[in-house]
């Protein structure tokens, strides 16, 4: 009996080694055909809401993930889903952090009740923002620069208030932006000519620009074609609407003003400023505003200051102003912009150049007399409600700009602010790797959505953007990437995204974004979920996610898999389709991906709104 049991023993024992190392066999072929992109429900991102001629994702969604607990069980089956009710139909065009209402209540010098006035918590929406009636999908780009549906963005004021100024004309169901200006009435394009002659727009040495003032942002819309990327801004004032008709036109932008804080925007960060009758009185308070354009531009970027006060004893009747008056406020900037070692480039008509000198800090040092007073700050990026100063920012130390290579080969080259070990924790190597990481996520991403490259998301923002590498690896003439940097990143890496010729700001995701609601057709987010998971309510974020997100947008999310089970719980009751898919890796990986469409819904489809 002992000599049978010992050999029914070693039989199962036997039988046991085979079973596990078949069953290893078969889980490796699988990781390999999985990691192959042949795996069917890998490669399956969303659906489209609505079925339609841009239909190109595949139909077959299978909403639950394929995670099987490998890298933590987590249930969440005994929590009820929140239901999000839609905002009443005055919201439609709610910015939450540049309300008009609220905006009454703050001081009105220095535009300071112009600036981001955010609700208390109690005060915060927890609803969904309505689209208006009639809504629809902007038309793609070129034609969205020239054309936005009147239902989108139902105000008309400006096409009376501009009129002769060629800034946008109403015509049946659409707006028409004929590509004019306060300044360039004839049009942007023979403008932008004009300021090509002084200035070298069309070989990749002027990449970013920065458009203060925009109005519907047509400088902006016009420099596309040349390669150059505009950063624009405007205030929400009494000229309604006019970013949001920038954004839906294609064009990056945001609700800003110049009053006292800082921009949020990295040192040395554009090639170009640009000022068209922006009305910004940049010779008052001892220059404190053309500081802040200084802080911003890089060695050998240029200021281009078109309209009042330039040519003033020509335009003074006109402008109906004392010549007196427009004397002395282009004596004040002259003055400025010597003490800030700005060259003078060029004055014909009304519009002025000046080149900020590559060697600034060393031009002021041999000014005789100069009254040139130097910020003290260790950290000239530190700009998130910081006020601003009347003192230059030094160039020295923040980068070898003179190893600036032109655009495009700027996107992939090696920024100087990492060659010169100037981000922490950053090396060559290590850049050089979240390139090549980047370029494989946004490929599979492609895979996935087949609607990514097809020109149908123009507006895309990366809410957490790192080094850039999704922007990089995006990089089109059919779209382009707001890069956001949150106030909270351990690494602020901002001034690398400008160095590579990408734009972005800075911005706390506690808190709503400055835009107009339904102005991004694309939003993408990585790890960003769990770098505020102790600093603020999921909530909040993705509420602000659908504020900010067109419908039949789409959303993707990549972070750790306990994080997006909480996220997941969350937009099940926001009028969102999604699933939650396994890392392009595979089902080890613990890093996961949500992909998701907004529903398209009007305030027409209102039945049940909130009380809010």
């Known amino acids: 009996m002992a000599n049978k049991s010992l ?46 001629e841009n239909c190109n994702i595949l139909p077959n969604l299978n909403f639950e993930t394929r995670h099987g607990g490998q890298a933590g069980s987590i249930d969440d089956s005994g929590t009820e889903v929140k239901k999000f009710k839609p905002c ?11 309300d008009q209402k609220r905006a009454m209540h703050f001081p009105r010098e220095n535009m300071i009740y112009r600036e981001r006035h955010c609700p208390p918590p ?36 400006l096409t009376v208030e501009k009129a002769i100024q060629n800034w946008i004309q109403y015509e049946g169901n659409v707006f028409r932006f004929p590509g004019g200006g306060t300044q360039f009435p004839q049009g942007a394009d023979k403008y932008i000519d004009q300021l090509a002659s002084v200035i070298p727009i069309q070989n990749g040495t002027v990449r970013t620009a920065l458009d203060t ?27 309604e609407a006019q970013v949001q008709f920038a954004l839906e ?35 008052a308070a001892d220059g404190i505003l053309m500081m802040e354009v200084d802080r911003v531009l890089r060695p050998g970027g240029y200021w281009v200051l078109s309209g009042p006060p330039i040519n003033w004893k020509t335009n003074y009747k006109a402008w109906q102003r004392p010549m007196e008056d427009l004397q002395e406020e282009q004596r004040k900037i002259e003055e400025i912009a010597k003490l800030l070692c700005w060259e003078k480039k060029s004055e014909k008509g009304e519009t002025a150049i000046w080149q900020k000198r590559m060697d600034a800090d060393s031009c002021r040092s041999t000014q005789e007399d100069s009254e040139a007073t130097l910020c003290k700050s260790t950290d000239p990026d530190d700009v998130w ?12 130390g923040n980068g070898d700009d003179e190893g600036l290579r032109p655009f495009p080969e700027r996107l992939f080259a090696v920024p100087p602010r990492i060659a010169n070990g100037l981000v922490s924790g950053v090396s060559v190597e290590a850049y050089l790797e979240d390139s090549k990481k980047w370029k494989k996520h946004v490929s599979a991403y492609k895979k996935s959505n087949k609607l990514i490259d097809t020109g149908r998301y123009r507006n895309i923002m990366d809410m957490n953007s790192g080094l850039g590498g999704f922007a990089a690896a995006l990089q089109s003439p059919k779209l382009w990437v707001m890069n956001v940097m949150p106030t909270i990143a351990e690494k602020n890496t901002l001034g690398v995204i400008y160095e590579r010729g990408l734009i972005g700001i800075y911005h706390d995701w506690c808190e709503a974004f400055s835009t107009y609601p339904r102005t991004y057709d694309l ?38 898999v306990d994080v997006l089970i909480k996220v997941k719980k969350i937009i099940g009751g926001m009028r969102w389709d999604f699933k939650l898919m396994d890392h392009e890796d595979g089902p080890l990986v613990p890093v996961k991906i949500l992909v998701a469409v907004k529903q398209y819904w009007t305030v027409e489809d209102n039945n049940s709104t909130s009380t809010r």
């Open 122 to 157: 109690e005060k915060k929406l927890h609803c969904l923002i309505p689209a208006p009636k009639g809504y629809v999908t902007p038309f793609p780009w070129p034609k969205s620069r020239d054309y936005v549906p009147y239902a989108n963005a139902p105000y008309k004021s």
């Open 7 to 52: 050999g029914d023993n070693r039989t199962r024992t036997s039988v046991s080694i085979f079973i596990v190392a078949g069953l290893c066999c078969f889980f490796y072929l699988l990781g390999s055909w999985q990691r192959s992109g042949v795996g069917k429900g890998d490669s399956i991102a969303l659906a489209v809401t609505k079925s339609g």
């Open 88 to 98: 009443r139909p005055r919201y439609t065009d709610h910015t939450p952090c540049q």
């Open 213 to 239: 003032g925009c109005g519907v942002a047509s400088w902006g819309a016009y420099l596309w074609k040349r390669n150059v990327i505009a950063m624009s801004f405007a205030p929400r004032d009494s000229h």
């Open 385 to 396: 409600y910081n006020k601003m100063e009347t003192c230059i920012t030094p160039s020295k």
């Open 249 to 283: 036109r294609g064009v990056p932008a945001v609700i800003g003003v110049l009053g006292t804080v800082k921009m949020p925007y990295p040192s040395r960060a554009f090639d170009m400023a640009h000022c068209s009758r922006c009305l910004i009185p940049w010779g």
């Open 523 to 560: 939003i993408h987010a990585n790890g960003l979920f769990s770098l505020y998971k102790d600093r603020c309510d999921f909530e909040d974020i993705l509420l602000e996610m659908d504020r900010i997100l067109r419908p039949e947008g789409a959303v993707i999310l990549r972070d750790d």
